[in-house]
């Protein structure tokens, strides 16, 4: 069982879906979750072209960017690069409490289904299945083809929980930010932390 204090993973690759990411990161920093971020080469593109916020080159300096943006203390988080062996994650004797892919791209599923291990995220991903913590992915495509389908049941049958970021409309979201809420406050539940980001079904 790992402590509360153990950090979560989150790794944000270049599927589009940049906002759920930056939403989800925001939410667990301010309420004082310790994260380890990884954030592909794509998916700062991606960050860029959706939200128009652009991440610094070097891992520090997103690192302390990040935790200006979002007024938290540097200490809960770190940055860590796409070939950086060796970082905790690399590891299961430092296993994260659970790990998030959100956007997750289809190549990444693969490659996690795979058990590949090309990049540290992937590396993160596969550390997280064999020490048997909670790994979600979120992959945004559409439509999905039948490899893409088959890389997900053989994940899910190994307990991974495969989360489309595809929001309700029994809210009556009146933004977009309240459609992005409603998927993070899914992630969120997924990983055991209370929210009250999204009106659940059945509450006035």
Same mark, same amino acid.
């Given at each position: 069982?790992?402590?509360?204090?153990?950090?979560?993973?989150?790794?944000?690759?270049?599927?589009?879906?940049?906002?759920?990411?930056?939403?989800?990161?925001?939410?667990?920093?301010?309420?004082?979750?310790?994260?380890?971020?990884?954030? +592909? %080469? /794509?998916?700062?593109? =991606?960050?860029?072209?959706? !939200?128009?916020?652009? *991440?610094? @080159?070097?891992? &520090?300096?997103?690192?302390?960017?990040?935790?200006?943006?979002?007024?938290?203390?540097?200490?809960?988080?770190?940055?860590?690069?796409?070939?950086?062996?060796?970082?905790?994650?690399?590891?299961?004797? +430092? %296993? /994260?409490?659970?790990? =998030?892919?959100?956007?997750? !791209?289809?190549?990444? *599923?693969? @490659?996690?289904? &795979?058990?590949?291990?090309?990049?540290?995220?992937?590396?993160?991903?596969?550390?997280?299945?064999?020490?048997?913590?909670?790994?979600?992915?979120?992959?945004?495509?559409?439509?999905?083809?039948?490899?893409?389908?088959?890389?997900?049941?053989?994940?899910?049958?190994?307990?991974?929980?495969? *989360?489309?970021?595809?929001?309700?409309?029994?809210?009556?979201?009146?933004?977009?930010?309240?459609?992005?809420?409603?998927?993070?406050?899914?992630?969120?539940?997924?990983?055991?932390?209370?929210?009250?980001?999204?009106?659940?079904?059945?509450?006035?």
């Amino acid at each position: 069982m790992k402590s509360p204090d153990t950090p979560l993973a989150l790794a944000i690759t270049g599927a589009s879906g940049a906002p759920y990411a930056l939403r989800l990161l925001q939410v667990l920093l301010q309420r004082g979750e310790r994260v380890d971020l990884m954030v +592909s %080469a /794509p998916g700062q593109i =991606v960050i860029s072209m959706e !939200t128009g916020l652009k *991440l610094p @080159g070097r891992t &520090a300096e997103i690192q302390r960017f990040l935790c200006e943006r979002f007024g938290v203390a540097e200490g809960l988080l770190r940055v860590f690069g796409r070939e950086e062996w060796t970082a905790p994650l690399a590891s299961g004797s +430092s %296993a /994260p409490r659970a790990m =998030v892919v959100c956007p997750c !791209t289809t190549g990444t *599923l693969a @490659g996690i289904a &795979a058990g590949t291990s090309h990049n540290l995220i992937e590396r993160a991903a596969d550390v997280t299945i064999k020490e048997g913590r909670k790994l979600v992915l979120v992959p945004r495509e559409t439509p999905f083809s039948a490899i893409h389908l088959e890389n997900m049941l053989k994940l899910a049958r190994l307990g991974v929980v495969v *989360l489309p970021p595809n929001p309700g409309f029994y809210q009556n979201p009146a933004t977009v930010d309240g459609l992005v809420d409603f998927v993070v406050a899914r992630i969120l539940d997924q990983l055991g932390i209370d929210n009250d980001l999204s009106p659940r079904w059945g509450e006035d």
